[in-house]
């Protein structure tokens, strides 16, 4: 895996402690973290969205007051990439098109590529016509 791409210092420390806390390094587990982990407002809530003693994730945290615009993205992102979470009557709220837009986009990407390592890899260069022109090629 290549290396990961954190927000931030606090982000990073977040990241690794949860994956100790839980005990578990699996996918689900880095994607979840890493995602909460983006902002210091998610971070400090952690606990209204994930139940360390059931290990499974709290979907009520998601409509509690200290969420914001951003943090309910990142919120919905982190709950599908767990399980497949998406609110039901409210399906639409977890689709790229509302989810990826805001400022955490970049991060998103880190956090699919720690879900599906086995399909997020590099991939070949793609040759385009240009290339093969520049070569004397058709």
Request: hydrophobic fraction near 30%.
């Amino acid at each position: 895996m290549s290396e990961i791409r954190f927000a931030s210092k606090e982000h990073e420390n977040f990241f690794f402690t949860m994956l100790h806390k839980c005990g578990n390094t699996d996918c689900y587990h880095r994607a979840f973290f890493y995602c909460v982990g983006i902002s210091d407002t998610a971070r400090n809530n952690v606990g209204r969205m994930f139940d360390f003693k059931q290990d499974c994730i709290r979907p009520e945290g998601l409509h509690e007051g200290w969420q914001t615009g951003g943090t309910v993205r990142l919120t919905r992102l982190a709950f599908n990439l767990w399980n497949g979470y998406a609110e039901q009557g409210d399906e639409r709220m977890s689709t790229p098109y509302e989810i990826f837009d805001c400022g955490y986009a970049p991060y998103f990407y880190e956090a699919i590529k720690m879900r599906y390592p086995e399909y997020c890899r590099d991939l070949p260069a793609v040759k385009t016509r240009a290339d093969s022109a520049e070569r004397g090629g058709r």
